[in-house]
Nanobody, 125 residues
Framework: QVQLVESGGGLVQAGDSLRLSCAAS????????LGWFRQAPGKEREFLAA????????VYADSVKGRFTISRDNAKNTVYLQMNSLKPEDTAVYIC??????????????????WGQGTQVTVSS
């Protein structure tokens, strides 16, 4: 079992930056990926970015490429999502997920096995 706990959400203004954290605990593992998703009211869950733990290879959705950066801290088993130039349309619940063991869909946001509870990000105009 894997537990994921997100933190760092909040209320910011358009143009601001925010860094989200996701701490992973439970099983000891190396062959996995951690991803970030978001879900806005009335919309489907959207894949944003993911990082492969073994080599820190990262992928991004086109909607956030160039504004968001995913990174990881091995020692803390934590993944981060640095979000810059935030827009009101970025308002959503941001959710961390783990794909373990890593599969062929990790870079497309598919087949993630474990999910956090999410953290709310609200961007005012």
């Amino acid at each position: 079992q894997v537990q994921l706990v997100e933190s760092g959400g909040g209320l910011v203004q358009a143009g601001d930056s925010l860094r989200l954290s996701c701490a992973a605990s439970g099983r000891t593992f190396t062959n996995y990926a951690l991803g970030w998703f978001r879900q806005a009211p009335g919309k489907e869950r959207e894949f944003l970015a993911a990082i492969r733990w073994s080599d820190a290879s990262a992928v991004y959705a086109d909607s956030v490429k160039g504004r968001f950066t995913i990174s990881r801290d091995n020692a803390k088993n934590t993944v981060y999502l640095q979000m810059n130039s935030l827009k009101p349309e970025d308002t959503a619940v941001y959710i961390c997920a783990a794909d373990h063991p890593i599969g062929t869909g990790w870079a497309r946001g598919l087949y993630y096995d474990y999910w956090g509870q999410g953290t709310q990000v609200t961007v005012s105009s």
